[in-house]
Protein backbone atom coordinates (compact mmCIF):
# COMPACT_ATOMS: atom_id res chain seq x y z
CA UNK A 1 0.00 0.00 0.00
CA UNK A 2 2.67 2.54 1.07
CA UNK A 3 4.06 1.50 -2.57
CA UNK A 4 1.37 2.52 -4.37
CA UNK A 5 1.23 5.49 -2.13
CA UNK A 6 4.46 6.91 -3.44
CA UNK A 7 3.47 5.63 -7.15
CA UNK A 8 0.48 7.31 -7.34
CA UNK A 9 2.15 10.48 -5.70
CA UNK A 10 4.79 10.42 -7.88
CA UNK A 11 1.87 10.18 -10.99
CA UNK A 12 0.68 13.08 -9.85
CA UNK A 13 3.97 14.85 -9.64
CA UNK A 14 4.21 14.45 -13.43
CA UNK A 15 1.18 15.11 -14.75
CA UNK A 16 1.21 18.19 -13.06
CA UNK A 17 4.76 19.00 -14.43
CA UNK A 18 3.28 18.70 -18.18
CA UNK A 19 0.33 20.42 -17.36
CA UNK A 20 2.21 23.73 -16.25
CA UNK A 21 5.05 23.21 -18.81
CA UNK A 22 7.74 23.64 -16.33
CA UNK A 23 11.16 23.71 -17.79
CA UNK A 24 13.07 20.13 -18.82
CA UNK A 25 15.98 21.59 -17.58
CA UNK A 26 15.09 23.02 -14.19
CA UNK A 27 12.38 24.28 -12.15
CA UNK A 28 14.02 27.93 -11.66
CA UNK A 29 11.55 30.79 -11.60
CA UNK A 30 14.51 33.56 -10.99
CA UNK A 31 16.43 35.28 -13.30
CA UNK A 32 19.53 33.12 -12.42
CA UNK A 33 20.30 29.70 -13.44
CA UNK A 34 20.56 27.92 -10.02
CA UNK A 35 23.36 24.94 -9.58
CA UNK A 36 23.42 23.26 -6.02
CA UNK A 37 26.61 21.20 -5.65
CA UNK A 38 26.58 18.26 -2.93
CA UNK A 39 30.23 17.60 -1.42
CA UNK A 40 29.58 13.82 -0.63
CA UNK A 41 29.42 12.74 2.94
CA UNK A 42 30.38 15.40 6.23
CA UNK A 43 31.31 15.51 9.48
CA UNK A 44 30.64 12.18 11.45
CA UNK A 45 30.40 10.17 7.81
CA UNK A 46 33.80 10.57 6.65
CA UNK A 47 32.99 8.58 3.19
CA UNK A 48 35.77 6.01 2.32
CA UNK A 49 39.16 6.59 4.23
CA UNK A 50 41.47 5.10 1.09
CA UNK A 51 44.13 3.08 1.75
CA UNK A 52 44.26 4.98 5.09
CA UNK A 53 47.89 6.46 4.04
CA UNK A 54 46.27 10.33 4.11
CA UNK A 55 44.65 12.13 6.95
CA UNK A 56 41.85 13.73 4.37
CA UNK A 57 39.19 11.23 3.39
CA UNK A 58 36.46 11.39 0.86
CA UNK A 59 34.24 13.85 2.90
CA UNK A 60 37.60 16.35 3.08
CA UNK A 61 38.24 16.05 -1.22
CA UNK A 62 34.75 16.49 -2.13
CA UNK A 63 34.71 19.34 -0.52
CA UNK A 64 37.42 20.82 -1.21
CA UNK A 65 36.62 20.16 -4.66
CA UNK A 66 33.28 21.65 -4.48
CA UNK A 67 34.06 24.52 -3.13
CA UNK A 68 36.70 25.30 -5.90
CA UNK A 69 33.62 24.55 -8.80
CA UNK A 70 31.54 27.15 -6.70
CA UNK A 71 33.84 29.38 -6.76
CA UNK A 72 34.84 29.57 -10.23
CA UNK A 73 31.47 28.92 -11.70
CA UNK A 74 30.62 32.34 -9.44
CA UNK A 75 33.69 34.03 -10.81
CA UNK A 76 33.16 33.15 -14.36
CA UNK A 77 29.40 32.89 -15.25
CA UNK A 78 27.33 35.68 -15.29
CA UNK A 79 23.10 34.74 -14.23
CA UNK A 80 24.57 31.42 -12.43
CA UNK A 81 23.88 30.71 -9.00
CA UNK A 82 25.64 28.35 -6.53
CA UNK A 83 24.04 26.89 -3.48
CA UNK A 84 25.53 24.23 -1.51
CA UNK A 85 24.33 21.41 0.90
CA UNK A 86 27.21 22.24 3.17
CA UNK A 87 30.26 24.04 3.01
CA UNK A 88 32.02 22.92 5.58
CA UNK A 89 32.89 19.68 7.80
CA UNK A 90 29.07 18.41 8.78
CA UNK A 91 26.70 16.08 7.68
CA UNK A 92 23.63 16.58 6.02
CA UNK A 93 21.30 13.63 5.95
CA UNK A 94 20.71 12.55 2.32
CA UNK A 95 16.90 13.20 2.67
CA UNK A 96 17.78 16.44 3.68
CA UNK A 97 20.06 17.49 0.46
CA UNK A 98 17.14 16.36 -1.42
CA UNK A 99 14.60 18.14 0.89
CA UNK A 100 16.71 21.79 0.42
CA UNK A 101 17.38 20.87 -3.79
CA UNK A 102 13.88 21.37 -4.30
CA UNK A 103 12.88 23.84 -1.95
CA UNK A 104 15.91 26.13 -3.40
CA UNK A 105 13.87 26.10 -6.63
CA UNK A 106 17.48 24.46 -8.24
CA UNK A 107 17.80 23.90 -11.73
CA UNK A 108 20.98 21.62 -11.45
CA UNK A 109 22.04 19.49 -8.90
CA UNK A 110 25.51 17.88 -8.98
CA UNK A 111 26.72 15.62 -6.17
CA UNK A 112 30.76 15.10 -5.79
CA UNK A 113 32.20 11.87 -4.45
CA UNK A 114 35.06 9.65 -4.08
CA UNK A 115 35.26 5.69 -5.34
CA UNK A 116 35.89 2.76 -3.22
CA UNK A 117 36.97 -0.93 -4.22
CA UNK A 118 35.94 -2.85 -1.38
CA UNK A 119 37.79 -5.98 -0.66
CA UNK A 120 40.59 -5.87 -3.21
CA UNK A 121 43.64 -4.52 -3.97
CA UNK A 122 42.67 -0.85 -5.20
CA UNK A 123 43.36 -2.18 -8.64
CA UNK A 124 40.45 -0.06 -9.88
CA UNK A 125 40.95 3.25 -11.02
CA UNK A 126 38.71 6.15 -12.63
CA UNK A 127 36.22 8.29 -12.93
CA UNK A 128 32.49 7.11 -13.33
CA UNK A 129 29.44 9.96 -13.66
CA UNK A 130 26.35 8.77 -11.99
CA UNK A 131 22.66 9.58 -13.77
CA UNK A 132 19.21 7.66 -12.18
CA UNK A 133 18.21 4.39 -13.68
CA UNK A 134 17.96 0.51 -12.59
CA UNK A 135 21.29 -1.07 -12.93
CA UNK A 136 22.33 -4.91 -12.66
CA UNK A 137 26.15 -4.48 -12.41
CA UNK A 138 27.77 -6.05 -9.33
CA UNK A 139 30.13 -3.44 -9.17
CA UNK A 140 27.73 -0.41 -9.64
CA UNK A 141 25.25 -1.91 -7.15
CA UNK A 142 28.37 -1.80 -4.67
CA UNK A 143 28.99 1.50 -5.14
CA UNK A 144 25.36 2.39 -4.46
CA UNK A 145 24.88 0.58 -1.34
CA UNK A 146 27.75 2.08 -0.08
CA UNK A 147 26.63 5.44 -0.78
CA UNK A 148 22.66 5.16 0.38
CA UNK A 149 23.69 2.95 3.55
CA UNK A 150 24.80 6.10 5.25
CA UNK A 151 21.07 6.69 6.25
CA UNK A 152 21.05 3.76 8.32
CA UNK A 153 23.43 6.05 10.75
CA UNK A 154 20.92 8.86 10.71
CA UNK A 155 18.71 9.50 13.62
CA UNK A 156 15.38 9.11 12.02
CA UNK A 157 15.31 6.37 9.09
CA UNK A 158 11.78 6.08 9.44
CA UNK A 159 11.73 9.05 6.56
CA UNK A 160 13.26 6.18 3.82
CA UNK A 161 10.89 3.58 4.99
CA UNK A 162 9.64 3.67 1.29
CA UNK A 163 12.91 3.44 -0.59
CA UNK A 164 13.27 0.08 -1.88
CA UNK A 165 15.47 -0.20 -5.21
CA UNK A 166 14.58 -3.83 -5.34
CA UNK A 167 10.66 -3.20 -6.09
CA UNK A 168 9.86 -2.95 -9.72
CA UNK A 169 6.90 -0.57 -9.12
CA UNK A 170 9.20 1.77 -7.17
CA UNK A 171 11.91 1.92 -10.00
CA UNK A 172 8.78 2.81 -12.22
CA UNK A 173 7.56 5.64 -9.79
CA UNK A 174 10.75 7.04 -10.27
CA UNK A 175 11.09 6.50 -13.79
CA UNK A 176 8.14 8.01 -14.57
CA UNK A 177 8.63 10.99 -12.31
CA UNK A 178 12.51 11.51 -13.88
CA UNK A 179 11.90 10.78 -17.35
CA UNK A 180 11.58 14.54 -18.64
CA UNK A 181 15.11 15.45 -16.66
CA UNK A 182 17.45 12.43 -17.91
CA UNK A 183 18.37 13.32 -21.20
CA UNK A 184 19.73 16.56 -19.60
CA UNK A 185 21.55 14.32 -16.71
CA UNK A 186 23.21 12.32 -19.39
CA UNK A 187 24.01 15.06 -21.72
CA UNK A 188 26.02 16.53 -18.35
CA UNK A 189 27.44 13.30 -17.52
CA UNK A 190 29.15 12.50 -21.17
CA UNK A 191 30.45 16.70 -20.92
CA UNK A 192 31.99 15.58 -17.57
CA UNK A 193 33.36 12.30 -18.41
CA UNK A 194 34.99 13.80 -21.96
CA UNK A 195 36.43 16.87 -19.84
CA UNK A 196 38.15 14.07 -17.33
CA UNK A 197 39.73 12.60 -20.16
CA UNK A 198 40.43 15.65 -22.43
CA UNK A 199 41.56 17.91 -19.64
CA UNK A 200 42.40 16.00 -17.03
CA UNK A 201 43.97 12.99 -19.00
CA UNK A 202 42.06 11.05 -16.50
CA UNK A 203 40.56 7.33 -17.25
CA UNK A 204 37.33 7.90 -17.31
CA UNK A 205 34.81 4.28 -16.76
CA UNK A 206 31.78 6.02 -18.54
CA UNK A 207 28.30 7.58 -17.89
CA UNK A 208 26.25 5.01 -15.98
CA UNK A 209 23.20 4.48 -14.03
CA UNK A 210 22.60 3.57 -10.23
CA UNK A 211 20.06 4.32 -7.30
CA UNK A 212 21.22 6.52 -5.21
CA UNK A 213 18.65 8.46 -3.05
CA UNK A 214 20.15 11.90 -3.66
CA UNK A 215 19.18 11.51 -7.67
CA UNK A 216 16.09 9.76 -7.05
CA UNK A 217 14.46 12.25 -5.00
CA UNK A 218 16.06 15.66 -6.85
CA UNK A 219 13.50 16.76 -9.20
CA UNK A 220 15.83 18.21 -11.57
CA UNK A 221 18.62 17.02 -13.95
CA UNK A 222 21.33 15.62 -11.32
CA UNK A 223 23.98 13.56 -11.55
CA UNK A 224 26.25 11.88 -9.29
CA UNK A 225 30.21 12.08 -9.56
CA UNK A 226 32.46 9.91 -8.57
CA UNK A 227 36.32 11.72 -8.90
CA UNK A 228 38.43 8.53 -8.50
CA UNK A 229 39.35 5.64 -6.52
CA UNK A 230 41.19 6.16 -3.35
CA UNK A 231 42.01 2.73 -2.72
CA UNK A 232 44.34 3.19 -5.80
CA UNK A 233 47.62 4.40 -4.21
CA UNK A 234 48.34 6.49 -7.63
CA UNK A 235 44.58 7.97 -8.22
CA UNK A 236 44.63 8.31 -3.86
CA UNK A 237 47.92 10.59 -4.46
CA UNK A 238 46.16 12.56 -7.61
CA UNK A 239 43.28 13.40 -5.61
CA UNK A 240 44.80 14.57 -2.50
CA UNK A 241 47.83 16.71 -4.58
CA UNK A 242 46.66 20.66 -5.34
CA UNK A 243 47.10 19.89 -8.93
CA UNK A 244 44.93 16.87 -9.34
CA UNK A 245 42.04 18.94 -7.23
CA UNK A 246 42.65 21.60 -9.41
CA UNK A 247 42.24 19.65 -12.68
CA UNK A 248 39.68 17.86 -11.57
CA UNK A 249 37.18 21.36 -10.53
CA UNK A 250 38.45 23.07 -14.21
CA UNK A 251 36.85 19.94 -16.00
CA UNK A 252 33.85 19.81 -13.87
CA UNK A 253 33.55 23.46 -14.80
CA UNK A 254 34.36 23.11 -18.65
CA UNK A 255 31.40 20.43 -18.48
CA UNK A 256 29.32 22.79 -17.01
CA UNK A 257 30.34 25.60 -18.76
CA UNK A 258 29.34 23.24 -22.04
CA UNK A 259 26.03 22.14 -20.59
CA UNK A 260 25.04 25.65 -20.56
CA UNK A 261 25.92 26.89 -23.68
CA UNK A 262 23.98 23.99 -24.83
CA UNK A 263 20.52 25.04 -22.96
CA UNK A 264 21.32 28.61 -24.03
CA UNK A 265 21.80 30.03 -20.53
CA UNK A 266 22.62 33.39 -20.64
CA UNK A 267 25.88 33.50 -19.11
CA UNK A 268 28.96 36.18 -18.99
CA UNK A 269 30.77 36.51 -23.11
CA UNK A 270 33.13 33.76 -22.50
CA UNK A 271 35.07 31.48 -25.26
CA UNK A 272 33.85 28.00 -25.73
CA UNK A 273 35.35 25.19 -27.68
CA UNK A 274 33.01 23.78 -30.02
CA UNK A 275 31.98 20.34 -28.89
CA UNK A 276 32.81 17.26 -31.38
CA UNK A 277 29.69 16.02 -32.95
CA UNK A 278 28.39 12.70 -31.46
CA UNK A 279 28.61 10.04 -34.50
CA UNK A 280 25.49 8.64 -36.00
CA UNK A 281 23.81 5.50 -34.14
CA UNK A 282 22.98 1.95 -35.57
CA UNK A 283 20.59 2.25 -37.78
CA UNK A 284 17.88 0.76 -35.71
CA UNK A 285 17.83 3.07 -33.05
CA UNK A 286 15.39 6.17 -33.58
CA UNK A 287 15.49 9.04 -31.46
CA UNK A 288 12.33 10.99 -30.71
CA UNK A 289 11.21 14.37 -28.85
CA UNK A 290 8.49 13.84 -26.72
CA UNK A 291 6.29 17.27 -26.09
CA UNK A 292 3.23 16.26 -23.91
CA UNK A 293 1.65 13.25 -22.70
CA UNK A 294 -2.50 13.50 -21.72
CA UNK A 295 -5.29 11.04 -21.30
CA UNK A 296 -6.74 12.15 -24.79
CA UNK A 297 -5.88 11.20 -27.65
CA UNK A 298 -5.57 14.20 -29.66
CA UNK A 299 -4.81 14.75 -34.08
CA UNK A 300 -1.65 14.76 -34.60
CA UNK A 301 -1.74 17.52 -36.62
CA UNK A 302 -0.11 21.01 -36.39
CA UNK A 303 -3.29 23.41 -35.04
CA UNK A 304 -2.94 21.05 -31.96
CA UNK A 305 0.58 21.19 -31.66
CA UNK A 306 1.84 24.80 -31.47
CA UNK A 307 2.69 24.33 -35.50
CA UNK A 308 4.89 21.45 -35.27
CA UNK A 309 4.58 19.52 -37.78
CA UNK A 310 6.00 15.78 -38.01
CA UNK A 311 3.90 14.24 -34.65
CA UNK A 312 3.50 10.69 -33.66
CA UNK A 313 1.29 9.23 -30.94
CA UNK A 314 1.83 6.23 -28.80
CA UNK A 315 -0.56 4.77 -25.94
CA UNK A 316 0.83 3.44 -22.63
CA UNK A 317 -1.36 1.10 -21.16
CA UNK A 318 0.84 0.93 -18.32
CA UNK A 319 0.44 4.08 -17.69
CA UNK A 320 -2.91 5.01 -19.30
CA UNK A 321 -1.54 8.30 -21.10
CA UNK A 322 -1.31 9.46 -24.78
CA UNK A 323 2.51 10.52 -25.47
CA UNK A 324 3.30 12.96 -28.24
CA UNK A 325 6.45 12.66 -30.17
CA UNK A 326 8.23 15.44 -32.50
CA UNK A 327 10.32 14.48 -35.09
CA UNK A 328 11.82 11.51 -35.45
CA UNK A 329 16.29 10.55 -36.25
CA UNK A 330 19.02 8.42 -35.83
CA UNK A 331 21.51 10.65 -35.73
CA UNK A 332 21.35 12.09 -31.86
CA UNK A 333 22.68 15.80 -32.77
CA UNK A 334 19.84 16.13 -35.38
CA UNK A 335 17.27 15.34 -32.56
CA UNK A 336 19.13 17.82 -30.27
CA UNK A 337 18.21 20.70 -32.98
CA UNK A 338 14.75 19.19 -32.88
CA UNK A 339 14.81 18.91 -29.61
CA UNK A 340 15.39 22.89 -29.37
CA UNK A 341 12.90 23.87 -32.11
CA UNK A 342 10.23 22.11 -30.10
CA UNK A 343 11.34 23.77 -26.56
CA UNK A 344 10.87 27.47 -29.07
CA UNK A 345 7.98 26.58 -29.83
CA UNK A 346 6.85 26.30 -26.08
CA UNK A 347 7.35 22.97 -25.20
CA UNK A 348 9.90 23.61 -22.48
CA UNK A 349 9.47 19.90 -21.08
CA UNK A 350 10.51 18.32 -23.82
CA UNK A 351 12.63 15.20 -24.02
CA UNK A 352 14.58 12.57 -25.91
CA UNK A 353 13.81 9.68 -26.04
CA UNK A 354 14.73 6.61 -27.92
CA UNK A 355 13.48 3.75 -29.71
CA UNK A 356 15.12 0.67 -30.79
CA UNK A 357 13.21 -1.28 -33.42
CA UNK A 358 9.95 0.54 -32.67
CA UNK A 359 10.69 -0.55 -29.02
CA UNK A 360 10.68 2.28 -26.01
CA UNK A 361 14.14 1.74 -24.61
CA UNK A 362 16.33 3.62 -22.11
CA UNK A 363 18.14 6.85 -23.63
CA UNK A 364 21.32 6.07 -22.16
CA UNK A 365 20.99 2.25 -23.39
CA UNK A 366 20.78 4.06 -27.03
CA UNK A 367 23.75 6.28 -26.76
CA UNK A 368 25.72 3.85 -25.38
CA UNK A 369 25.79 2.04 -29.10
CA UNK A 370 27.18 5.62 -30.65
CA UNK A 371 31.02 4.55 -31.06
CA UNK A 372 33.68 6.50 -29.65
Known amino acids: MQTYRLSLFVFIITVLTFSFNTSAYGQSASDSFVIMIDPGHGGRDSGTPGTGRYKATEKDIALDVSLALGKMIKQKLKNVKVVYTRDKDVYPTLNGRAVKANKKDVDLFISI ?170 SNIEFKVQIAASSKALETKPYNFNGLSNISRNYDANRKLYKYYYGGASDYNEILRLEKEAINKGYESSFVVAFKDGKNIPLIDALKTIAN
Open 113 to 282: HCNAQPGKKGTAYGSETYVLGETKNKENLEVAKRENNVMALEDNTEVYKDFNPSSTEFLLSLELAQEEYLDHSIKLARYIEDEFQVTAKRRSRGVKQNIFYVLAYTYMPSVLVELGFLTHKKEEDFLNSKKGKDLMTRSLFNAVEKYLKYLNVNTKDVVFVEETPVKQVS
